[in-house]
């Protein structure tokens, strides 16, 4: 199934990346020749294979629950955009 | 004093170690040669200052007695590896001025070790490339030119600046990053040898993310003895990184050199792609060869799956690049576009501080990760992920390791591939598999084609038997005997 315009224009949204409405044909030319040499996927007899998720042959490692490391503030937010009295500076989430 | 910028890792360590030199003088030169490699664009960021502050405190660190393995020793690091204190950009303009505050563990472990940092190196956009050109600073110039030509070739990437300066002899060696194949690829385009190891071998900590099960640390080094020297004091088990391995580190150092008789070695069928240059066929042949004259048993394997890589990687990669980049939204650090409101903020931030590449593969992933599509796309690209991972499994049973060319072709040209992006990420058709598997994998330098440009083979290993490729890749240098260098042009 094919990409169009409003495909990109959804998936841009989610992505949260302002794509301009003059690039979307483009862009969705773009990712239909990408998906289309991807489909060939669907050749692959995967029944009862079980996803691969990890490259690790090993149990997630279980760690004590303790604080190893925090209490600098300015270390946190020497790299923020902007702060003010040693808070982040973000838009306004609620109305 | 520039012929200290000529010798190997293994060499520079000798003459430190019987005082031939210090490491500020050999530090010295090779600022020097940093300073006057502009054009090739290997480095983002020269750290000259601290490198000569680092290799005195080095030089008395000797004097005392208690040099550490790479005391010393000059070092370049891809711009990819948080330094504290320097500014670490993954090449996007989206993480600007980022100055981390604190130091990646791979980084960390080398100056632990001793050695000495020139700057940070260029790549690819978040590491996203075969060719160095998504970088925000502008691509690397490769110091190899085909004979009788001016034109600008690109030393492969992601990691093409680390490629680049060790071709170059700006540093003794590299930190580099693997995800498809961005250690390999660019080793095979510019003479060098580099390794990706083990998934787990390297902490991730503090190495800006592309695919998490995928991203693996490793060194591009002028030797196979230079790259174990290297891959020895980067790995080791981070317990900041779940996925890193609680193992010991061998001496990889001492499998260089080693017998290599009675070692089986696969030749898998499915690698012999339609169009491959006939020298690369024809290295491939040489490599067999050399082997086999060094007492190896030469096997015919298949890994059936093989063609099914790519695409499945093109899935996975992206999936989990999209997951990880969504971090940056211009709220903590970085970048920030200001909006109306705060998703406009998102947006409009995200939009000027991503590369074309880099919106790509995001949105491709944030596709095939959307409601509808994670089973048809997700689900099943992970499952041929598994397959691949069985061919190789299968395949270890009959042999003890895997030989293939490194990349389908030599250098090319800078935007040549530009235009078509299944056409640049089939750079990675020998090398992506490799990653899909967690399996350690090497490119050593074998032979030069038609136009005096280098070619790679690479040689593929079990999980955790990295030893085993550093006596082979060994026994194909020691074979080869690669001595050609790019002429100075920059």
């Given at each position: 199934m094919a990409i169009d315009a409003a495909t990109v224009r959804k998936v841009a949204r989610l992505a949260r990346i302002a794509e301009p409405e003059e690039k979307l044909e483009q862009l969705a030319s773009e990712l239909n020749g990408i998906m289309t040499w991807i489909e060939?996927?669907?050749?692959?007899?995967?029944?009862g294979v079980e996803p691969m998720t990890?490259?690790?042959?090993?149990p997630a490692p279980m760690r004590e629950?303790?604080?190893?490391?925090?209490?600098d503030a300015s270390k946190v937010l020497s790299n923020a955009p902007k702060t003010v009295d040693g808070f982040f500076v973000v838009p306004k989430v609620v109305e | 004093m520039t012929s200290l910028t000529k010798l190997t890792l293994k060499a520079a360590l000798d003459g430190l170690a019987d005082k031939s030199f210090s490491s500020q003088e050999l530090t010295q030169a090779h600022v020097e040669a940093v300073a006057a490699a502009?054009?090739?664009?290997?480095?983002?960021?020269?750290t000259p200052e601290k490198a000569i502050e680092m290799a005195k405190a080095s030089d008395a660190r000797r004097a005392k007695g208690?040099?550490?393995?790479?005391?010393?020793a000059p070092l370049g690091i891809k711009d990819l590896f948080c330094t504290e204190g320097v500014r670490s950009t993954a090449c996007s303009n989206i993480l600007g001025n980022f100055i981390p505050t604190y130091e990646s563990t791979v980084t960390a472990n080398l100056w632990r070790d001793g050695a000495v940092m020139l700057g940070k190196l260029n790549l690819d956009e978040f590491a996203?490339?075969?060719?160095?050109?998504?970088?925000a600073f502008g691509p690397v110039i490769n110091p190899w030119r085909s004979e009788g030509s001016n034109a600008k070739l690109t030393p492969g990437g992601s990691s093409g600046g680390s490629a680049a300066s060790v071709a170059a002899d700006l540093c003794l060696g590299a930190t580099a990053t693997d995800t498809g194949g961005s250690i390999r690829q660019p080793a095979a385009f510019t003479g060098t040898v580099g390794i990706k190891p083990?998934?787990?071998?390297?902490?991730?900590?503090?190495v800006v993310a592309f695919a998490s099960s995928l991203d693996q640390a490793g060194p591009i080094a002028k030797t196979v003895e230079d790259a174990a020297i290297l891959l020895k004091s980067m790995s080791g088990h981070d317990a900041?990184?779940?996925?890193?391995?609680?193992i010991d580190v061998p001496?990889?150092?001492?499998?260089?050199?080693?017998s290599v008789k009675g070692l089986r070695v696969g030749i898998p069928k499915?690698?012999?792609?339609?169009?491959?240059?006939a020298e690369i066929e024809k290295l491939w042949e040489q490599g067999i060869a050399w082997l086999k004259d060094a007492g190896c048993e030469i096997v015919e394997v298949s890994l059936p799956h093989t063609k099914y890589a790519l695409p499945a990687y093109y899935i996975v990669a992206p999936a989990e690049a999209s997951s990880n980049l969504a971090?940056?939204?211009?709220?903590?650090?970085g970048l920030r576009e200001e909006g109306a409101n705060l998703t406009e903020t998102y947006e409009n931030t995200r939009a000027a501080g991503f590369g074309p590449e880099v919106k790509r593969r995001i949105l491709i992933g944030t596709y095939v990760l959307s409601a509808g599509y994670y089973d048809a796309y997700y689900l099943k690209a992970l499952k041929v992920r598994r397959r691949i991972a069985d061919d190789f499994d299968q395949a270890f049973e009959k042999v003890d390791a895997l030989l293939t060319?490194?990349?389908?072709?030599a250098a090319f040209g800078l935007g040549?591939?530009?235009?078509?992006p299944v056409a640049m990420y089939l750079n990675d058709i020998f090398t992506v598999t490799v990653n899909l598997a967690g399996l350690p994998g090497m490119s050593i330098p074998a032979g030069v084609d038609v136009n005096g440009l280098p070619l790679g083979l690479q040689l593929i290993g079990k999980a955790l038997d990295e030893g085993t490729l550093f006596s082979l890749g060994g026994a194909i240098e020691k074979a080869a005997d690669f001595k050609a260098k790019p002429a100075k042009w920059w």
């Open positions: 060939q996927l669907s050749e692959v007899d995967t029944d990890s490259a690790v042959h090993m629950d303790v604080v190893t490391e925090g209490g | 502009k054009p090739l664009n290997a480095f983002v960021l020269e208690e040099a550490g393995a790479l005391d010393g996203m490339g075969s060719s160095n050109e998504t970088s083990t998934y787990g071998r390297c902490s991730r900590w503090g900041k990184d779940s996925t890193s391995l609680d001496d990889f150092p001492s499998f260089v050199g080693k499915e690698y012999r792609v339609d169009g491959m240059p971090r940056y939204d211009g709220m903590r650090f060319p490194t990349a389908p072709s040549e591939n530009a235009d078509d």
